[in-house]
C-alpha cells in the first residue's frame, strides 16, 4: 500500500510541472508573438522609409538651372516646384512652435538671437552684416545689444 501513496505523490507532482511548463510556454508563446509583431513593425517602417526617400527625390525635383534652399511641393498646373515664401515659413515657425509650447517664437525672434549669438561668439560686426544680409552696419547694430553679463563685466573693469 505504501508503493501507491508514491505513486499518487508522483502523479500530483507530475501535474503539477504539467501545469507550469503550459503556463510557461504560454508566457513564451507570448513574447514570440510580440517579438514577431515588433519585427513586422520595424519591416514595414523600413520599407515606408524607402518608399518616403523614392517619392521626395522624384516628387522635389527642381529644375538644374534653379537653386533652392527651402523647396516647397510641386504647386499649379505645371506641377512646378518653387522657393518657400518667407510667409510660408513664417506659418511653419508659427505652427511649430505652438506645437512645442513657445507661442512667442517668431522669425524675428530666432533672428535676433542668432545674431546676439554670433556676435557674442565672433565679436566681428561685417561679417554679422554679411550673414545677416544687411546692407550697413548701422541696421545690424540693432540686433547686438549687449547682455547683463557683459555690462556687468564693463562696470567691474572699470574698479581695476
Known amino acids: 500500500m505504501e508503493k501507491r501513496v508514491e505513486t499518487q505523490t508522483t502523479t500530483e507532482e507530475l501535474l503539477q510541472q504539467n501545469a507550469k ?3 510557461e510556454n504560454a508566457e513564451l508563446k507570448a513574447k ?3 517579438y514577431e509583431e515588433q ?3 520595424a519591416q ?3 520599407f515606408a522609409a ?3 526617400d523614392a517619392s521626395r527625390s522624384t516628387q522635389y525635383s527642381p529644375e538644374r538651372s534653379e537653386r533652392f534652399l527651402f523647396i516647397s511641393a510641386p504647386v499649379g498646373r505645371k ?3 518653387r522657393r518657400l515664401t518667407q510667409r510660408s515659413i513664417e506659418k511653419l515657425v508659427e505652427k511649430y512652435a505652438t506645437a512645442f509650447g513657445k507661442p512667442a517664437l517668431t522669425v524675428h525672434s530666432l533672428r535676433h538671437s542668432f545674431a546676439t549669438r554670433y556676435y557674442i561668439e565672433n565679436n566681428d560686426v ?3 552684416k554679411n550673414q545677416s544680409g544687411h546692407s550697413s552696419i548701422q541696421t545690424k547694430m540693432i540686433y547686438t545689444h549687449l547682455t547683463d553679463d557683459q555690462m556687468r563685466d564693463a562696470v ?3 574698479d581695476k
Open 21 to 23: 511548463l503550459e503556463h
Open 32 to 34: 514570440l508573438h510580440w
Open 39 to 41: 519585427f513586422r513593425l
Open 44 to 46: 514595414h517602417r523600413r
Open 50 to 52: 524607402q518608399r518616403t
Open 79 to 81: 506641377g512646378k516646384n
Open 126 to 128: 561685417p561679417k554679422l
Open 156 to 158: 567691474n573693469n572699470m
